[in-house]
């Protein structure tokens, strides 16, 4: 009797039902699109060709595929990279030595900064093709996305539960088996979340990365990025708005396909039940759909049919945690630590070098003045931020009904790429005659400003309801209830969204420093602009001494001043500890 | 062959490093077979070592001395034929009932067909019928074990490993799980030849074990074997249970130096200063001190007694217990568990007074306490970074008791005001906020 529960899906004669359709003309188009997007992209090209763009809204919806398509290849790649080496370095010490730490530094090189370099070597890669500019892009978008993805599947495969590792043992997976059936999933919920924030964060880079100039020359893939950056040269304000306007409709459109359903279908990788589980009208006709659930069904056969195929081949890497080092005697260890710390070492003063052969100390003075400035922006910015999003967050979020519409929002505001607003910035600066060096720097954080306020959000509904009655029972208000509970409460939160925002204001500061509108052209001072300057005209030793030096004060705020509020979140702040 | 061995462990020893490269003995040759059709408890306090040989056992650990024998094989490598329940289930969360159950045989590559027959005939057997398509987040606690015993049996293992398998259920569901277990065992609806079983409830090995294992810590060895041969099934109330409760209880409180165990001990052994502390809060311990004031026990009970009163297994029950007898608070012996001297005068004392002879207690009987009050008399500014009592103490403890120690040891010293602790500073000091 409970056997036929388990072969309903193999009716397959019935007449498709109007799920059936809806999912699969959704799906097709999907598929179309992208097929065309990816196709486009080998027309030949050598440096120098003009590429042809019309402000036209109606080569939009296709710039638009154009510009999707590179994110998803992108996506892809980050994927692959993530199973692959975020995997390695969680079972293997050895590579967690220097996969870790590497991924670290690459998370604050600023990727627009080094752009010019990926053009320049791709171009040489693929000569004569549209592929080589094509690559850079999807390159920069890959490395706007990759890190926190692999960081985070890396900390999911470390902390699966030790009961579980040995299960696996007793029941004898397979290493394949392992990793697909049992690691995968316990890290998916983590990864779908990170992955989420990824693609928010890289639809700033793929509008910046289509337009760019490499050695005086401009390159412009056909995409919304270089759409905007079209309109801004001609001055144009209604084109301005049609790209607004289409970027709205995608990133929506992304939202609503892809999002939605990927969360509200993880829920299921959770191990406890969740209040927060999201519905997705997508999702919905997917799984009500038979064709689709039938489809789904063969695709997940096919998988895991391969999975015995693949386990045939041993992976040592893959197949136990510390036997895989314990494998090889210490002093090969030893020779192999020496030789990366000393290739590590060679490389740095390499680099030093190269840069100051052609530059002087007054050079490298000039940067470190300029780093700190744009230091002090980010310090400010971040402040300024905090003290309007921090209030407003912790009331939406300890107001059900509130919170129930603005936490999407936010995550929608994220994803929009603010360089798409800088045009308007520009326009008010020179009607009102504004300074420049100040009201430039709010671009910075336009974007990532949104990144405190939902954690500050996501922070203050996890306060527990008693606390709140208490404070009241004991009439703890105003100020007094700011500074003793409600700041304290969202600490961890609230620093992990600072975090983020500061690292992106960085990173912009690269693109907001220098903004055009015609041929009216602001620059404020601040190491982005340095960078942005020097990247036009394809010089170097400047990109390499500004990006580096960004690099160090990223690196030595997050270990100066961000890891030790971080480890003070995780224990003086943390409310599940005593309320539990 | 009459009763071939199942399992077979031969001068068996397991050791961890220390800090400073010390070797600390967690299992000391342990000689131990299990025979066929037979059911074994392994009872112990936390820290004695018996999950350590039930994974050693298992092949998922490996000896540091010594060899596991699984039929005549050396075990290096957990063993087909061999499966384990678990304490905290180990269920896959993202599968269904029916894929969690199914996905032991899924990896012995048992094909399709088969798979599921024996899956949901596994399902059938322990109860979960209707429950095929839940997600185990759907489930009640004793559902989800009940899942993983299914999951354990479909693979129809020679030898069934359970660690403290019934332990995060409450009485009643550890209760219907555990009849419905031993009713297949008993009736033979199961193809498993033997069972191992690690628990900390003594009445449940006494209810289901033929052979109760006694293990006693520092370091770990076998303090005794009982041979349980009463007819199944058993019911609490059979004086021969109780009996057999009692003997357990007997066997685990009195010092195996004692000559005979009718006599009483001698002085006590005096504790290292290294003596691994019981996780024992003061809350509880005087809570126990008062439940022992209780008229209806009058500062003395039988340790069985005490535990059914308090509805605690020993995991709970002889931390506490040892607590009270290393601060003098209680005799402890032969199963027995009497107030003293100081304890009747704490009880009658008021909330300062208590502190006060708390604090007696602690400076003249906890060594590690006198040694730090003495350390921080004699530092200038009476503060001392309790990072180099730790380093002292992992030289001799493990390092997850080591920082259990020191985190009881803080506990009993505040409530006595004897030193205090900066939990943001990590310091200890005389200083009094």
Redesign the interface.
């Given at each position: 009797m409970?056997?036929a529960?388990?072969h309903s899906s193999a009716v397959l004669g019935k007449p498709l039902t109007v799920w059936d359709l809806a999912a699969l003309l959704l799906v097709l188009t999907a598929l179309f699109a992208l097929g065309w997007g990816a196709t486009e992209m080998a027309t030949p090209y050598s440096l120098g060709d003009p590429i042809h763009i019309t402000l036209s809204p109606l080569e939009l919806p296709a710039y638009a595929i154009r510009t999707i398509t590179r994110m998803l290849i992108a996506m892809v790649c980050s994927l692959l990279f993530t199973f692959v080496f975020a995997t390695w370095a969680a079972k293997s010490r050895e590579a967690e030595r220097i996969i870790i730490p590497f991924i670290d530094i690459m998370q604050s090189v600023p990727v627009l900064g080094v752009l010019s370099i990926i053009v320049v070597g791709c171009i040489k890669l693929f000569p004569g093709s549209l592929l080589g500019p094509e690559l850079a892009a999807i390159i920069a978008i890959f490395t706007a996305q990759v890190w926190n993805m692999a960081l985070s599947f890396y900390q999911s495969l470390k902390t699966v539960?030790n009961?579980?590792h040995?299960?696996g043992?007793?029941?004898?997976?397979?290493p394949m088996?392992r990793f697909w059936?049992?690691e995968v999933?316990f890290a998916?919920p983590s990864l779908i979340w990170n992955i989420m924030i990824s693609m928010s964060a890289s639809w700033f880079f793929v509008v910046a990365s289509e337009a760019i100039s490499v050695n005086n020359q401009n390159i412009s893939l056909p995409g919304i990025g270089s759409y905007i950056a079209l309109a801004i040269d001609e001055a144009n304000v209604l084109a301005c708005v049609y790209a607004i306007l289409a970027m709205l409709f995608v990133i929506l459109i992304y939202d609503q396909l892809l999002f939605r359903p990927m969360i509200s279908w993880s829920a299921?990788?959770?191990?406890?039940?969740d209040d927060t589980e999201s519905q997705s009208w997508f999702l919905n006709i997917l799984q009500r759909a038979r064709i689709i659930r039938k489809l789904a069904a063969v695709t997940r056969r096919f998988f895991l049919n391969l999975i015995?195929l693949f386990s045939r081949f041993s992976m040592p890497a893959l197949s136990i945690n510390q036997k895989f080092s314990a494998k090889y005697s210490h002093t090969a260890i030893m020779l192999w630590r020496t030789f990366y710390y000393g290739f590590l070492a060679y490389w740095a003063i390499y680099a030093a070098r190269y840069v100051m052969e052609s530059l002087n100390y007054a050079e490298v003075a000039h940067v470190l003045w300029l780093a700190s400035i744009t230091f002090i922006k980010v310090l400010i910015l971040i402040l300024l931020c905090s003290v309007i999003w921090v209030p407003i967050g912790v009331k939406i979020g300890l107001s059900p009904r509130a919170r129930k519409w603005a936490q999407p929002a936010c995550q929608f505001l994220a994803a929009f790429p603010a360089n798409l607003f800088f045009p308007l910035f520009v326009i008010a600066i020179l009607k009102f005659h504004l300074s420049v060096n100040v009201f430039t720097s709010p671009l910075m954080i336009l974007g990532t400003q949104w990144y405190i306020l939902f954690n500050v959000i996501a922070g203050a509904r996890q306060i527990p309801h008693e606390l709140l009655l208490a404070c009241d029972n004991f009439g703890v208000t105003s100020w007094l209830r700011w500074k003793k509970f409600l700041l304290p409460a969202i600490f961890p939160y609230y620093v992990t969204g600072a975090l983020t925002a500061a690292g992106g204001c960085w990173n912009a500061s690269i693109i907001a420093d220098i903004v055009q509108w015609g041929d009216v052209k602001l620059t404020a001072v601040g190491l982005g602009g340095y960078i942005a300057e020097y990247t036009a005209t394809g010089d170097f030793p400047r990109i390499a001494l500004g990006i580096g030096v960004m690099c160090l004060f990223v690196n030595l705020l997050t270990h100066f001043v961000w890891a030790p509020l971080y480890k003070m979140a995780g224990t003086?702040f943390k409310l599940d500890d005593v309320n539990d | 062959m009459i009763n071939p061995a199942i399992i077979q462990t031969v001068k068996l020893s397991k050791t961890y490093k220390g800090q400073g490269g010390k070797e600390l003995l967690a299992l000391d040759n342990i000689d131990f077979t299990i025979q066929e059709n037979e059911l074994v408890a392994l009872v112990g306090r936390s820290g004695s070592g018996k999950s350590t040989l039930l994974r050693m056992i298992a092949g998922l650990i490996s000896p540091s001395r010594g060899e596991v024998f699984y039929r005549g094989q050396a075990v290096h490598a957990p063993q087909k034929g061999v499966s384990m329940v678990f304490q905290s289930f180990a269920l896959l969360p993202w599968l269904t009932v029916l894929q969690n159950v199914e996905l032991g045989l899924e990896a012995q590559h048992v094909k399709k067909h088969e798979r599921r027959l024996r899956a949901l005939a596994a399902i059938d057997m322990i109860g979960l019928d209707g429950f095929e398509s839940a997600y185990p987040k759907e489930l009640s606690g004793g559902m989800r074990q009940r899942v993983g015993i299914a999951r354990a049996l479909v693979v129809n293992p020679d030898l069934l490993l359970m660690d403290e398998p019934f332990s995060a259920l409450d009485v009643l569901t550890a209760e219907s799980v555990r009849n419905d277990l031993m009713a297949l065992w008993n009736k033979g609806r199961i193809q498993t030849k033997a069972i191992l079983l690690v628990t900390h409830n003594i009445a449940e090995a006494a209810l289901m074990a033929d052979r109760i294992v006694i293990v006693s810590p520092n370091p770990g060895h076998f303090r005794a074997i009982l041979h349980a041969n009463i007819p199944r099934p058993r019911s609490l109330h059979d004086p021969r249970v109780q009996k057999l409760i009692d003997d357990v209880y007997t066997l685990m409180t009195t010092s195996e130096v004692a000559v005979s165990p009718h006599e009483p001990e001698k002085a006590e052994e005096k504790l290292t200063l290294f003596y691994r502390i019981p996780e024992a809060g003061v809350n509880e311990l005087t809570g126990l001190l008062d439940a022992l004031a209780n008229p209806e026990l009058s500062g003395q009970c039988d340790l069985p007694k005490l535990a059914d009163y308090l509805s605690f297994d020993i995991g709970e029950l002889f931390p506490l217990t040892e607590g009270l007898k290393i601060l003098h608070f209680a005799l402890v012996s032969q199963g027995d568990i009497e107030l003293s001297l100081a304890g009747k005068a704490f009880i009658q004392a008021d909330i300062l007074s208590r502190k006060q002879i708390f604090r007696r207690q602690l400076i003249t009987h906890i060594p590690l306490a006198a040694h730090i009050y003495q350390l921080l008399s004699e530092t200038d500014g009476h503060r001392l970074s309790e990072g180099i009592i730790l380093g002292h103490l992992k030289e001799h403890l493990a390092e997850d008791e080591a920082e259990s120690v020191l985190t009881v040891l803080i506990d009993w010293a505040r409530y006595a005001e004897l030193f205090a602790y900066d939990y943001d500073a990590g310091v200890l000091s005389l200083e009094n906020p």
């Open positions: 409970t056997k529960l388990y539960p009961e579980l040995e299960l043992d007793m029941l004898h997976l397979s088996q059936r049992v999933p998916f299921r990788f959770r191990a406890e039940e015995p003086r | -």
